[in-house]
């Protein structure tokens, strides 16, 4: 039986064809500057997001780490929402490493944050408060795409104050995607929303498929600081054009066929929802979130992967489709959700009435 894996978009295995461009790549030293397959890739991204540089990191945690500490001294902060992926889980890398202090703020159902909470979260320049220097924004958010208008608003809110700004772009492609006009391309989109941010990181692990690897995109002065900080947090690899290679492919080959994903989390979704017992609570990207009833959460979890079916429950169950599951892997998880209700007590098990899921 093969494994239906949906727990995230990370867990995907490198192509055939990602496996000769790693085979077929011409290496060096990336720390000494001259792996020409790294240059490459750093060149392209930056170019694909308007940005004057960019620099590739191991991962998109690394990403975030370098950029806000490349955007922030010892004593500011950062304002953020308080279920942003830079704030819960990233192991609070700005204030262990940079003495940065995180301003976390309520968001609402789709990720953001209300204008007037970011205004307000703003210090006055007082050697009481720690100096505001960053907001950090995040799309998608929970498989949301933040709306243009709101990054263009919150954005310029940050520069009139005299903020930086930067994005967790993990999934950013597929914010892109999901919220191209009618014939745009990806990357036209992916500049727009890049355009509003001073930084940005960009995940080629997630969606794009490669096996590892990131890229902080900025300006010349912005980046400079940031291969500094990546030195530091142990980032520097020597002929990391074997990643780069595989994330180059995915730019080449993977970016418009995240509509497939999108277009499997939708099937799901609708297969879910026709399934009492169930509230599904978004589809928007890839990301698929699912309240169980009766505290069944658990429960359901384990009977899907003894039936090969993978997903995780840590903000009620969540599927995440991606590049290796197809329509017949949907169709599959589709049939043992629906199996689990009809063999499983109505109530669940003990468990499942007490756990967290």
């Not at 999901?178 to 929303?193: G, H, K, V």
């Not at 969606?207 to 142990?234: D, Q």
């Not at 329509?327 to 998880?333: C, K, L």
């Not at 669940?348 to 007490?354: K, Y």
Request: a negative charge.
């Amino acid at each position: 039986m093969n494994t239906v894996d949906l727990r995230s978009d990370t867990v995907t295995q490198p192509t055939a064809a990602m496996r000769e461009a790693m085979m077929a790549a011409p290496l060096g030293d990336d720390v000494f500057g001259d792996d020409p397959t790294v240059n490459a890739l750093q060149e392209r991204i930056a170019a694909l997001t308007g940005k004057e540089a960019a620099l590739f990191m191991p991962s998109g945690t690394q990403s975030n780490l370098c950029g806000i500490l490349a955007h922030c001294g010892r004593g500011d902060e950062y304002i953020v929402g308080q279920l942003a992926h830079t704030y819960r889980y990233e192991g609070g890398g700005a204030a262990v490493f940079g003495s940065v202090q995180p301003q976390p703020l309520t968001q609402d159902a789709q990720g953001r944050m209300a204008l007037a909470d970011i205004a307000a979260a703003i210090k006055p320049d007082d050697p009481h408060f720690a100096r505001t220097r960053l907001l950090c924004l995040e799309n998608t958010w929970n498989g949301h795409v933040m709306p243009d208008e709101y990054l263009r608003t919150a954005t310029a809110l940050a520069r009139e104050k005299g903020l930086n700004t930067h994005l967790d772009g993990a999934r950013v492609f597929n914010a892109a995607v999901a919220s191209a006009a009618p014939e745009q391309t990806t990357f036209a989109r992916l500049r727009e929303i890049a355009d509003h941010f001073d930084s940005l990181s960009v995940c080629f692990s997630k969606g794009l498929g490669a096996p590892v690897g990131s890229a902080l995109c900025g300006s010349h002065e912005l980046i400079a600081r940031a291969r500094r900080i990546r030195k530091m947090a142990g980032g520097g690899l020597r002929q990391a054009g074997l990643l780069a290679a595989c994330a180059l492919h995915a730019l080449d080959h993977h970016a418009e066929r995240l509509a497939d994903d999108h277009a499997n989390a939708r099937r799901l979704a609708d297969g879910l929802r026709g399934i009492d017992g169930l509230t599904v609570k978004s589809a928007e990207t890839n990301i698929v979130f699912v309240d169980v009833a009766d505290g069944q959460g658990p429960a359901l979890l384990e009977f899907l992967k003894a039936n090969g079916v993978l997903a995780t429950g840590l903000i009620g169950l969540r599927f995440v489709t991606h590049l290796d599951v197809d329509t017949a892997g949907i169709d599959h998880a589709l049939a043992t959700v629906r199996r689990f209700f009809v063999e499983a007590p109505a109530a669940g098990t003990a468990a499942g009435r007490t756990g967290p899921y």
